[in-house]
T-cell receptor, first 112, second 110 residues
Framework: SAVISQKPSRDICQRGTSLTIQCQVD?????MFWYRQQPGQSLTLIAT?????????ESGFVIDKFPISRPNLTFSTLTVSNMSPEDSSIYLC?????????FGPGTRLLVL | RKEVEQDPGPFNVPEGATVAFNCTYS??????FFWYRQDCRKEPKLLMS???SGNEDGRFTAQLNRASQYISLLIRDSKLSDSATYLC???????????FGAGTQVVVTP
């Protein structure tokens, strides 16, 4: 299994501000994934973060809005920039190990 | 059209009954298939992988039909603790990109 922690677990933010979410994995992984789960929806992949290179973003997501850092093989951050109420969501960090995709506990974000 | 589609439910199931539901996928080149379980306000967790020959894990049985591009999950002898949202997950390429269904909600009642 994989142990993944995220900080903060939840936050309430004002529109126009930015929030950085941290993800820590218990062992080294090549790729870390950031997902978003909007209320009542399933998970949508935002980007894949590889250590030592720029993140790869999925259609509809851009680096200016969701900058990602990957300073080492166990840690990554996702920033939600210039937030609007539409960014209210759960943000999940994820890694692949063996045949299984593991998820962090999620960061619940509410933008007012 | 969504790449992975599920009946959102809810499926209201009396305790002890059997419930089954499907998931369809659009990419015929999809390689691997999974059922994940997500409890309210929690992260998804792997329930079981789905193999071509079908597989069973206790009260849970998963089937894959590649010709019709769907997978199914059957829960026998439902327990109250089976109440959750079941996510159909499809691995679409060798880079590990997963496509998620929106989930099927199951509510087991006493």
């Amino acid at each position: 299994s994989a142990v993944i922690s995220q900080k903060p677990s939840r936050d309430i933010c004002q529109r126009g501000t930015s929030l950085t979410i941290q993800c820590q994995v218990d062992s080294q992984v090549t790729m870390m994934f950031w997902y978003r789960q909007q209320p009542g929806q399933s998970l949508t992949l935002i980007a894949t973060a590889n250590q030592g290179s720029e993140a790869t973003y999925e259609s509809g997501f851009v680096i200016d809005k969701f900058p990602i850092s990957r300073p080492n093989l166990t840690f990554s951050t996702l920033t939600v920039s210039n937030m609007s109420p539409e960014d209210s969501s759960i943000y999940l960090c994820s890694v692949h190990r063996g045949e299984t995709q593991y998820f962090g506990p999620g960061t619940r974000l509410l933008v007012l | 059209r969504k790449e992975v589609e599920q009946d959102p439910g809810p499926f209201n199931v009396p305790e002890g009954a059997t419930v089954a539901f499907n998931c369809t996928y659009s990419n015929s080149a999809s390689q691997s298939f999974f059922w994940y379980r997500q409890d309210c306000r929690k992260e998804p967790k792997l329930l079981m992988s789905v193999y071509s020959s079908g597989n069973e894990d206790g009260r849970f049985t998963a089937q894959l039909n590649r010709a019709s591009q769907y997978i199914s999950l059957l829960i026998r002898d439902s327990k109250l603790s089976d109440s959750a949202t079941y996510l159909c997950v499809v691995l679409t390429d060798s880079w590990g990109k997963l496509q998620f269904g929106a989930g099927t909600q199951v509510v087991v009642t006493p």
